[in-house]
Every structure is written in structure tokens, then in C-alpha cells.
């Protein structure tokens, strides 16, 4: 079956423009996550989907960056106003159900956002 | 390994050994352990998981260890081979409200697989 999808795969911007990244989860994930991954670096928590309920939006580095999703399906990561620390690989995860319920995490392979 | 700074730790073991990665992970809560692979330009993909009322669990030539007593996670890898270098990351997932942030992901240790 398929996977995680993300588009674009890369996406290099101008300081101080608007981008907008998509993530496609697993069909029937209720669960949908974003995470950034700096160069050599860990996964960074952005924002939590779960069914119908308010995201968690917690991590969230600022008011730039915003995220939505309609229902259950298709998700957009917008980042506003781009910066240069901004450049990272940003990755999307889907689970069946809710991280509290420790559903496995499938991720997609991620957009390479540059910042010039 | 143990993350420092910026820089992942890279541990290099020769085709054909064992490799063992650790981590080390936060919250004594946390009751449910994942191993994740990322190869170079991929996302994370799941090794093999764990449960804490587990110690021990085994997969294709994959082995995962729990002490729970030190908070200590660790993988081990038989018969290391050339595609098994990649960046391994430990998550672990504490109970609680419904929130994004009950996995925790490690730094990732980098393997380096020589010839």
C-alpha cells in the first residue's frame, strides 16, 4: 500500500518569502505529525493532528509557522516570511491512532526546504 | 552514544560484527520504546519496538534491550552489514493527554559500516 507522501521533495526559497509544504498520510491514520530535522541533527516536535480535536501546536518555533489539515487526510505546513534558520528537512508522520495510545509513527521522506 | 552539541555520535564497526547503539531516554514514565533507521535523504523508517513490560526482544538480526532500572535503551545488530549504515534514532512514548509530544525522539547515533 502506499505510503507517506510529502511534496515538493525540495523547495528553495528567498529570505522573506511565503512556502507551503504538503504531507499525504496513510489512508485511515487519524494521527498526523510534523517534525523539522536540522542538518545531523535529531527530530524537532512542530504540531500533532488527532481526529477532529485541537492540534497541538506546541511546538511551533513562532508565529510564522502554522499548519493545517482537512479532516483526516491532506495536510499543509506553511512557514511565512521565510529565514535562513528556517533550512531543514521537514518530515510528516501518520499513526492509526493517538500517540498517547503509542500507535506506531510511519514517515514520509520529508521536503528539503533552502533558504537563501 | 550520548549526544553532544551538535554533532551526532558515529560509531563505525566493521562488515561482519556486531553493532550495539545506545540510548539513553528521559522519562522513567515512558512505556513504550522504537527503533527507527534513516538512511541519507529518507525519512526515519521502524526497526523493531518495544513494550516496557519487555526486556529483551528480537527481529531479523536486530535485537532490542530495555533496562528499565537505568533508563537505558539499546539495539543490538548481528552480522553488520554494508546496508545498515545510516543514522538510528531511539523514540520512546510516555502515557498521558493526547498530545504530539509524547514521543521523544534521541539525537541519533550515525553507523558507519567499513569494508
Known amino acids: 500500500g502506499a505510503g507517506v507522501s510529502q511534496s515538493p521533495s525540495n523547495k528553495v526559497t528567498e529570505k522573506g518569502k511565503d512556502v507551503e509544504l504538503r504531507c499525504d498520510p496513510i489512508s485511515g491514520h487519524t494521527a498526523l505529525y510534523w517534525y523539522r530535522q536540522r542538518l545531523g541533527q535529531g527530530l524537532e516536535f512542530l504540531i500533532y493532528?488527532?481526529?477532529?480535536?485541537?492540534?497541538?501546536k506546541s511546538g511551533l518555533p513562532s508565529d510564522r509557522f502554522s499548519a493545517e489539515r482537512t479532516g483526516e487526510s491532506v495536510s499543509t505546513l506553511t512557514i511565512q516570511r521565510t529565514q535562513q534558520e528556517d533550512s531543514a528537512v521537514y518530515l510528516c508522520?501518520?499513526?492509526?491512532?493517538?500517540?498517547?495510545?503509542?500507535?506506531?509513527?510511519?514517515f514520509g521522506p520529508g521536503t528539503r526546504l533552502t533558504v537563501t | 552514544g550520548e549526544s553532544v552539541g551538535l554533532h551526532l555520535p558515529t560509531l563505525s564497526v566493521q562488515e561482519g560484527d556486531n553493532s550495539i547503539i545506545n540510548c539513553a531516554y528521559s522519562n522513567s514514565a515512558s512505556d513504550y520504546f522504537i527503533w527507527y533507521k534513516q538512511e541519507s535523504g529518507k525519512g526515519p523508517q521502524f526497526i523493531i519496538d518495544i513494550r516496557s513490560n519487555m526486556d529483551k526482544r528480537q527481529g531479523q538480526r536486530v535485537t532490542v534491550l530495555l533496562n528499565k532500572t537505568v533508563k537505558h535503551l539499546s539495539l543490538q545488530i548481528a552480522a553488520t552489514q554494508p546496508g545498515d549504515s545510516a543514522v538510528y534514532f531511539c523514540a520512546e512514548n510516555a502515557p498521558g493527554e493526547n498530545y504530539g509530544q509524547n514521543f521523544v525522539f534521541g539525537p541519533g547515533t550515525r553507523l558507519s559500516v567499513l569494508p
Open positions: 508522520a501518520s499513526s492509526l491512532g493517538p500517540a498517547a495510545a503509542s500507535y506506531e509513527q510511519y
Open positions: 493532528f488527532q481526529g477532529n480535536s485541537a492540534p497541538d
